[in-house]
């Protein structure tokens, strides 16, 4: 019998290179040897997008042709949407009294949110909603309706996994060996750098080129990436270690390329310009088969539904199943 392993993206936005180096690359090794529940967290999304439901509406479709692109085989993964789930509402409401709310604002993933969230949660968090402030817990239901043993998360996720982990040994304390705990494996491991020199690529923090980006956008976004600030003249030898160009080189190009990038920018033979040149040429080679396959399905949409489709229809096979046992061990099973 094979594992399970489930994991939730928010359709917020397009993937980008963060995603595909870190999560995507990952899920794509282990599409082959577990049961993969994915999950597009429709509903969590909603918990600070409530006010912008087309936007969550749009990326459902929109992230699940980016994962398909990178390489994620649909007779392999079940792809399926939250809101499509109703055990996990109902499951989040029973798993809700097994949580204090103290817990909960001390959840330093929470924690960071809220506080990147002014405009919507308040200078100091005190507009916070009920909702945003559970979603750990709506969170917890995800992961244990399917009976998820592996959740691939990034490592800012990790808080929200212990908290899965607490509900649950208190759900079995209280009423019985039921759930799983589920254990985390980092899909993060391989963190990209932003087109700014900053440590994560992030659709929030302006510096990240997203798979669907067009050959213009890509262009734009090289030219001004950040290179290394004492070369001032294109024949000034430089230091490709604090470059972003070469960064994105050494993420990108071939071996034989990327050696020979990084030995001309120390020796000074090389100017930034066409450095940069060499590196939009190179990141479109890399983005095309994807590019062809994300073009494909958009000119597919019937399968695109078909394939969320059938996934959600074996989730909430799934769902049932386990809501059984739970309403079965928490005596409501009438
Ligand atoms: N919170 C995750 C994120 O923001 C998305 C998510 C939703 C998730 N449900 C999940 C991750 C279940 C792991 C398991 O990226």
Redesign the pocket.
Known sequence: MKKTI?????PTGNLHLGHLFGAGQNYIKLQDDYDFYL?I?DV?ALTDNFNNPEKVRKNVTEITIDLLSIGLDPNKVNFFI?SKIPEIAELTVFYSNLVTVARLERNP?VKTEIAQKKELFGNNGESITYGFLG?PV??AA??TTFD?EV????E??LP??EQCREIVRKFNSIYGETLKEPNAILSDAKRVKGLDGNDKMGKSLGNAIFLNDTEETIKKKIMAAVTDPEKIKKDDPANPEVCMVYYYHNLVNTKENKEKVCSECKKGSRGCVQCKKELIEAMNDFLKPIKEKRSYYENHPEEVKEILDNGTKKAQEKAKEQMKKVKKAMMIDY
């Open positions: 489930l994991t939730g993206l928010r999950e967290a969590q939250q993933t979603y709506s969170q995800d992961i998820g959740v691939p998360v990034g800012d996720q929200l996994l």
